[in-house]
């Protein structure tokens, strides 16, 4: 995944390095000889491969909507798992987390922190922040306004 570039209203340095993923994350596990019980004592394994799956879905639906998904990383370590920017300018910041209020709450203030550095009078503000999470049964807006959404509910 090729990495995005914002205008921002620091001068942090915008690392470029792409992201590699698994077109099929099950590729991995089948390469790692892991089952579903493996991968529920190790959550950070499942994470990343769940992250992997993850970033596969927003790929599909982004490329339905003429759009593209990136990454955002700099260099004082503000990281944003991807970012779907479509054509037309908009574009949205998605945080991905297994699920977990712990997790849910530290990509939310991951995302309410990178918005707060782009530059508005030279881009668009976000026209979504989400929390995309592997469990859970309903997607809902907090009060600061980002989306927590369960990976299910997402819909082609």
């Known amino acids: 995944m ?3 570039n914002p205008n921002l209203r620091s001068k942090a340095a915008i690392r470029t390095t792409d992201t590699r993923y698994f077109i099929d994350p099950s590729i991995a596990t089948a390469a790692l000889g892991l089952g579903p019980k493996d991968l529920t004592k190790d959550l950070n394994t499942l994470g990343l491969l769940f992250e992997t799956m993850a970033v596969r879905d927003l790929r599909v639906y982004a490329d339905a909507l003429d759009g593209n998904v990136y990454h955002y990383r700099d260099n004082n370590g503000l990281e944003c798992d991807s970012v ?3 054509r037309n300018g908009q574009y949205g910041l998605i945080e991905i987390k ?3 209020d712990t997790l849910i709450e530290e990509g939310a203030k991951n995302l309410c922190l990178l918005a707060s550095k782009i530059d508005t009078t030279k881009m ?3 026209s979504f922040l989400m929390v995309l999470t592997g469990i859970g049964q309903y997607a809902y807006q907090r009060e600061d306004g980002v989306y927590v959404v369960p ?3 997402l819909k082609p």
């Open 124 to 126: 668009n503000e976000p």
């Open 151 to 153: 990976i299910g509910c």
């Open 2 to 4: 090729v990495a995005w």
């Open 84 to 86: 779907m920017h479509l």
């Open 98 to 100: 297994l699920g977990g």
